[in-house]
Structure formats: structure tokens, C-alpha cells
């Protein structure tokens, strides 16, 4: 039996990272979390980030400093929630987002791993967040 258990990310300082990610999340910082490992959990899911002495940062879009990986946030108010993560450290990198409102915008944390937020269309928002349309 295989369980994902943790999504791990390097960077030079977890519990600046860690706080970062719990307020554009709205979820706690897991306690006991420290200077070489914090985390945030998501139902049995830990976002994880481990602390590592020569972080090199990625460089999204640049090959040669690939960007390893990004997390995806749909979001109901897609400026509303870019005003929010500018405000907590992001950089907006580039814009993916139509005139009819639906797309996505790629960010870079404070450490320069990138994330977007994504606005799709037909998703509807309940009290346990998006629901997705059906396939066609």
C-alpha cells in the first residue's frame, strides 16, 4: 500500500517559508515545527519545508534554474487574493488570465519557488471548497 504523506520543499529558512504558506492557506503552522523542519498539515497531507544550507533559488521561467516544482490554489476572487498574497511576499511573474476573468497568474514565494493562483471555469464554491464540473 502506498500513501502520500508529505510534499517536501527546500528553502533557507522554514518557519519564514512556513508562515508564509499558512497565511496565503488560512492553516496553522503544525507545532513542534522548527528551524530544520516546519510543516502544515492538509487532512493527511503534510506541506513540508526542510531547510537547506546552500538553497539555490529557482528561476521560473529559466531552465537552467528550473523550477522543481509549483502548487496550484483555485481561488473564487482571483484579485482579491493576488492583493492578499502581495501583500504576504509574493512577486507576480506573469499573467495567464483572459479578459473574461478565468485563467491563472504565476507567483514566487519569498524564496522564488513559484505557484499560481487559478481561477477555472465552472468551478462552484461550497463550505468544503471548489467543486469541478463534470468531465464532457
Known sequence: MLRLTDFIIDCPDTIKLADFYA??????????SDEEWAGIRFGEIELAFIRVADYRAPQWPDGAHPKQ?????EVDDIE???RRVLTLGATL???FVGPDGYGWRVYTDPVGHPFCLCRNRGVTWTDQGPVWPEPA
Not at 23 to 32: E, I, L, M, Q, Y
Not at 69 to 73: A, K, N, Q, T, W
Open 23 to 32: 497565511a496565503v492557506t488560512g492553516r496553522p503552522v503544525k507545532a513542534g
Open 69 to 73: 516544482f509549483h502548487l496550484d490554489f
Open 80 to 82: 482579491a487574493e493576488q
Open 93 to 95: 511573474a506573469q499573467d
